[in-house]
């Protein structure tokens, strides 16, 4: 396997895959001997995987089959043991292709990655609003139109999970070796949606909106975010993950001017949670509202542990938060969290109608109208934050949450 310099990071390959799926750069310094007609085809298909969208974890293994048979011929490495699933499956995939010749693997690498490039480039996926995104952001669509402010969770194809790691995005020189030209690249979602808000909060709109696109609003935290462990250790990744969640909540409780979610489907974990830090809260009839911390060995954030009983009494939000009851649109709105619902089939339509009126509205008039309604508890709902972060911070070290996050990310169990 690679050491830790000199290697590609496939953008799209989830860290739990990732660590062992890393190219060597060596590796892509092909001896002499296999410099035939296809070297230079591989070369750029190796380049173009990286600017693909997810293909999935199907595609993903035999991206990874080819290539270790296209580079090093037949596997020839020790199965490894049962419990070892993510490289038991990158095992097998290797171990499958059999006495497939160097040139075959390659070529068919270079197929698969064509096919899949033609795909992604007449993928239905809507690049909305592309004329008027603002630039710099990997994870969300950013515009700014009407007076309205609109970020964009964009991972659809990962029901826009939320992610921490700041992926290194190592580039390709053909003729040395792989250097880190651009490291730390803001790819993940926690520090963008921060950015935006940040970015928001000063600009010339009058209303702020956060939504999702594809047929979720968010699938709340990216769970493969648990594996992404650095060398310092995993009590570190859980101190530096309570300080980030510690600030991305912040930032809610600090957005100045009216903050509107629009909820376009399904919203889980802390894309729920948060929501009692917005101003309204428009859903679809399909959106569903769902925070299953026990499941997941965790315990509350958002500042829901006070905000929810205060929004529809103890009762109700205990079921929620402990039982991890999840409500549709109708029931959410009936509890209070969420504003109002509209048909699926008119969401967009109808909302979009309503927020453009008022964002004429006198937005000076609009901003301390909200500061009057929220400063008061800001102070409360920062130590109330930093304490759910804490009592995370241990949670993540738990068996109860390493269990429920890799019976995730190993299929067993889908919430
Ligand atoms: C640092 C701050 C931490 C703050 C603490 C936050 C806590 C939380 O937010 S807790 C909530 C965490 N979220 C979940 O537990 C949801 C997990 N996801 C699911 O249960 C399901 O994916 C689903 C119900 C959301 C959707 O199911 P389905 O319609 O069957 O779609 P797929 O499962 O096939 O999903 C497609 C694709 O997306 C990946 N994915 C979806 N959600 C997540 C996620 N939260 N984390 C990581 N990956 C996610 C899923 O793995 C699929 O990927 P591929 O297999 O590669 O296609």
Redesign the pocket.
């Known amino acids: 396997m690679a050491g830790a310099a000199g290697r590609v990071v496939r953008r ?1 390959y ?1 860290s739990v895959l990732r660590s062992s799926l890393q190219v060597p750069a060596l590796q892509l310094h092909m001896s002499k001997t296999a410099m035939r007609a296809s070297q230079k085809d591989f070369e750029s298909a190796l380049s173009q995987v990286k600017r693909l969208k ?1 293909p ?3 595609v ?1 293994l035999k991206l990874y089959a080819l290539y270790k048979q296209a580079t090093e011929g037949p596997c020839n490495t020790p199965k490894p043991g049962v419990f070892d699933l993510i490289n038991k499956a990158k095992w097998d995939a290797w171990n499958a292709l059999g006495s497939l010749p160097k040139e075959t693997a390659r070529q068919n690498y270079v197929d698969l990655v064509s096919g899949l490039s033609s795909s992604s480039d007449s993928s239905s996926q809507v690049k909305p609003e592309a004329d008027r995104k603002q630039p710099g952001y990997e994870t969300l669509v950013v515009t700014s139109e009407d007076s309205i402010t609109k970020i964009m969770m964009n ?1 659809p ?8 790691q700041c992926l290194r995005v190592h580039k390709y020189q053909p003729s040395s070796s792989f250097s880190p030209t651009h490291s730390d690249v803001p790819s993940e979602m ?1 520090n963008e949606i921060m950015l935006a808000l940040k970015a928001a909060s000063k600009d010339d709109s009058a209303i702020t909106v956060l939504t999702g696109n594809g ?2 609003y ?8 648990f594996t992404d462990i650095p060398p310092e250790g995993i009590e570190e990744k859980a101190k530096s ?2 300080i ?2 510690r600030d ?1 909540v912040d930032c809610f409780i600090d957005f100045p001017k009216p903050l509107i979610a629009v909820v376009n489907g ?1 919203a ?6 948060i929501l009692g830090l917005f101003d309204t809260v428009y859903a679809s009839s399909r959106a569903t509202f ?4 026990s ?2 060995g ?1 315990s509350p ?2 500042c829901s542990s006070y905000t929810f009983p205060k929004i529809m009494g103890p009762a109700k939000a205990a079921e929620m938060l402990i039982f991890g009851k999840k409500l549709t649109a109708a029931e959410a709105c009936a509890q209070g969290l969420v504003t109002e619902v509209f048909p699926d089939s008119t969401f967009q339509k109808e909302v979009w109608t309503r927020l453009k009126a008022y964002s004429k509205l006198p937005p000076n008039a609009m901003r301390i109208s909200k500061q009057v309604i929220r400063n008061r508890e800001k102070e409360k709902l920062r130590a109330i934050n930093a304490e759910e ?1 804490r009592a ?1 911070q241990e949670r ?1 070290l738990s068996d109860e949450c390493t269990n ?2 890799m019976n ?2 190993t ?1 067993k ?3």
Do not use: C, M
Not at 268 to 273: A, H, R
């Open positions: 799209w989830p997810d999935g974890n199907e993903k991972r194809a990962k029901k826009n999970a939320i992610t921490i926690y047929d979720y968010s699938s709340g935290n990216d769970l493969s975010n993950s309570a980030l969640l991305f399904p889980v974990g802390i894309s729920v949670t769902h925070t299953p911390f499941h997941l965790q954030e958002g972060s995370l993540w429920a996050v995730f990310l299929r169990a889908k919430l």
